[in-house]
DNA sequence: ACAAAAGTGTTTGATATACACCCATGT
DNA sequence: ACATGGGTGTATATCAAACACTTTTGT
């Protein structure tokens, strides 16, 4: 936990440099062995979760914020990311940060303000990711998407918010090349969906479709070493992966 | 024009009632006499257009704000609302109401402040509404959306967005309940949605597919009056409505 | 009677679903 | 040899697109 005076001096560096009453709060989804994983942080003290977050500079694009904020928890540059809703109730940040609530009084106290919160989601590659908490966590961690822990705040709506939005996106654009490794095989995508979907698919209109896209190369290579029939190892054809991303896939009328 | 003496007060009021660095501004869509409509406002002296827009109490929730803002535009309670995206670019307030620009010293003055700008859209019956302009208006008006004036600031931008992600909710949501009078003609129906997608529609397979949606009920009654046959007369069964615009109409996977 | 708009129906192709069969590999 | 996972193929239903015919109404 903070001392008062980290605290203090903590709120007049926030109040000159940052844009008052915004932050941006972040869900990571990671990928790894078949599950689906949300990057969290641990408090100090209190040992609550919650998203990796953080405040826009006074000067910064909300983007650039969000990708500053992530590359200081995951040591990535360029990372995918997508701005999905805006948190915007009063109540949102009543019990924001409550231990340091009464250590400053309330004029000065950054942690006491209103706060909106620009939510994104990022996807990216699990093992690219070197977790690293904030100065207010005593650790950051991934964690199980079906096995999250009640998280601070609105912490748990926001994540659940992400997932449905991502759910809707799959719909319309190619997910999967920021959560997958370089070559990965067709089981090993169809995973991806599943879990993101939570419920089964069949492995073969699966595939069907997948390539129907016609954003996967087929490797001459096959995943070798593992039990049973070797599959084959795919990546994206990053060309019409990204024009698939603007054009999206279907939408009817 | 605002005089220095009433910038002032404007500007003393602001900040003692809104957050700092948010404002909303709001897309608002009518449609009438088969074309497309867009609420947009006429600035004092320069002329210029920007779309209805304001600012959020500082313990208001944003979507309460947006409503507050548009009943002052249009005189409308519960107008159907829907977030958008969050416009957050530094220089995007540039050339925020410049004109009132050097009549404060940079400190006092509300408008050269940077603001991220929440993006709303709604959809309104055309004829419920009451167009009221604001204190830094001269008009507020419907405006033919094929014959939009070049917007202040990056309105035009938040309009194309508006719009665009319009018609991507048109493939997985019921549209219409909120932009067509209480009954309507299949015909009159099919208008909105080629206006909004800006593209001519087959009658037939128009008529079978919205049928198939299971969100109208269809009037014993006729539209006479009209020349040639008399088309009847539908209207949004509310109850699956509602249904639909939380389940979403397909998704595939 | 006829032009124009509206109601209804059919044919065809594409896409999704459900399922069956064969192949490769480690035990 | 066999269980398991993976590649490939086919029949069927469902849905979208294209198109034709009939009905009503005002002139």
Redesign the interface.
Known sequence: MLTKKELKEYCIDARENY????SIDCVVFGFHEGTMKVLVLQMKDEGEWYLPGGF?L??????MAANRILKERTGLDEIFLQ?F??F???DRSKEHFDMYKDMLPEKENWFTN?F?T?GYYALVDFCDVNPAPDQFSTSCAWCDLNNVPPLKLDHTLILKTALDTLR?H???QPIGYNLMPGEFTMPELQKL?ETI?DKK?DRRNFQRRMLGFGILKRSEQLRKGGAHKAPYLYSFDLENYRAALIE?F????
């Open positions: 844009l008052a009453h915004i826009v006074k000067n910064e694009p909300i983007e701005q809703h805006v915007g109730h009063p209103r909106l620009i809707v799959l719909n319309y969906y979907l698919l999206g279907k939408g009817s009328w």
